[in-house]
């Protein structure tokens, strides 16, 4: 298994572009969600999604769109990029959370965003 | 609002020391509590988990203690190694209703002096 995946590694953008981060996994998890990394910080939800076809917001999700189309896949779209979205972000997946009491979350290598 | 945080936000330790690593919490409805290791440009690694029911939870080299009275969570890490040295954060998951958001602590860095 390759587990989770983020597409691209690093990427520049200039103000109001707009571009699509791209997660997947082949670990058949239920659950998918993505975070942001901003430097000296924990960790804060963005957007979830329990299964295809279903999302919610997490903690910070102004800015940010999500869909969940297959299991496999979850993208998250910045349709205008701003410099306070200079950030690292994780895609992350695991098992359905609640019928699983919880349970562990497998992070993807992250992709390194610099909006300027 | 309610948090997850840390009380140290640097540890340095000796190579073969043991390490603790604090953590607070403030949502007593918070039912179950999660370690995670991130070493410099890697995503996070799951380390070890606990539920509110236990006060404590062994795994290979690593204890968490959780004490619900103060809120309170630490992980120990014995006969700490070079390769331990990373960023460490909590996680706590709000309730059985929230276990879709998982929301981290802002990390403690542990460097380990060989």
């Known amino acids: 298994n390759a587990g989770v995946t983020q597409t691209p590694k690093f990427q520049v953008l200039k103000t109001g572009q707009s571009m699509t981060l791209q997660c997947a996994q082949d670990?058949?998890?239920?659950?998918m969600s993505w975070y942001r990394q901003d430097p000296g910080m924990g960790l804060r939800l963005i957007h979830y999604s329990v299964g295809a076809g279903i999302t919610d917001q997490g903690e910070v999700p102004n800015g940010y769109n999500v869909s969940r189309s297959t299991t496999e896949d979850f993208p998250l779209r910045l349709l205008s990029a701003a410099p306070s979205q200079t950030s690292v972000y994780f895609c992350?997946?695991?098992?359905?959370?609640?019928?699983?009491?919880?349970?562990?979350?497998?992070f993807g290598p992250g992709t390194r965003l610099l909006v300027l | 609002g309610e948090s997850v945080g840390l009380h140290l936000p640097t540890l340095s330790v000796q190579e073969g020391d043991n390490s603790i690593i604090n953590c607070a919490y403030s949502?007593?409805?918070?039912?179950?509590f999660i370690w995670y290791k991130q070493e410099s440009g890697k995503g996070p690694q799951f380390i070890i988990d606990?539920?509110?029911?236990?006060d404590k939870r062994q795994g290979q080299r690593v204890t968490v203690l959780l004490n619900k009275t103060v809120k309170h969570l630490s992980l120990q890490i014995a006969a700490t190694q070079p390769g331990d040295s990373a960023v460490y954060f909590c996680a706590e998951n709000m309730g059985k209703t929230s276990y879709d958001k998982v929301i981290f602590g802002p990390g403690t860095s542990l460097s380990v002096i060989p």
């Open positions: 949502n007593s409805a918070s039912d179950y």
């Open positions: 992350a997946s695991s098992y359905h959370r609640r019928a699983s009491g919880g349970g562990t979350q497998y």
């Open positions: 606990i539920r509110s029911n236990m």
């Open positions: 670990m058949n998890h239920e659950y």
